[in-house]
């Protein structure tokens, strides 16, 4: 059993990291997952300590990507009706995968331009604003993307350091 949830754990693992980047998949709680499915064989020693700041840690990177789009926009110039424009096309994005993997990066740009355009905002302050929105998804998907290597770093240690105990057949 402990194999099965070695291998499952390194499934999430990999599935985690592709999560990093596509919007149809949570990157860090499956990460997190996998982490938690290694924990639960017989061969590695309980740690909730670990667990449990792993899980707030990928909550929080989960919750603040949806977030620091919206953020970005504001910090670069954006308006109430940028920061909507951006939470918006983010939705769209993930909601209605019109342009594939692409529009998770283009729609919360377009949002903001939008709603930038529609407050009457001029050409220059509306790109500005999107762009922000830009570096806002970017930033968001680094921290996801750190998030889940680490958390593959954490597994492959445990599982490597363990592993005597994990492929023990009696």
Known sequence: MDIVLLVLGFILML???LGSFLP???GPPLSWVGLLLLYLTKAIPDDWWLL?????IALTVTILDYVIPAAGTKKFGGSKAGMWGSIIGLLVAIFF?????FGIIIWPFVGALVGELSNKS???TALKAAFGSFIGFL????????????YFGLFIWKAVEYSGEIFTFS
Do not use: H, Q
């Not at 449990?52 to 707030?56: A, E, M, R, S, Y």
């Not at 995968?97 to 993997?101: A, F, M, V």
């Not at 930033?139 to 680490?150: P, R």
């Open 24 to 26: 149809v998949l949570p």
């Open 122 to 124: 001029d050409n220059k």
């Open 139 to 150: 930033t968001g998907t680094f921290l996801k993307f750190l998030i889940a290597v680490i």
């Open 15 to 17: 599935v985690g990291i």
């Open 97 to 101: 995968p019109i342009l594939g993997p």
């Open 52 to 56: 449990g700041i792993t899980l707030v």
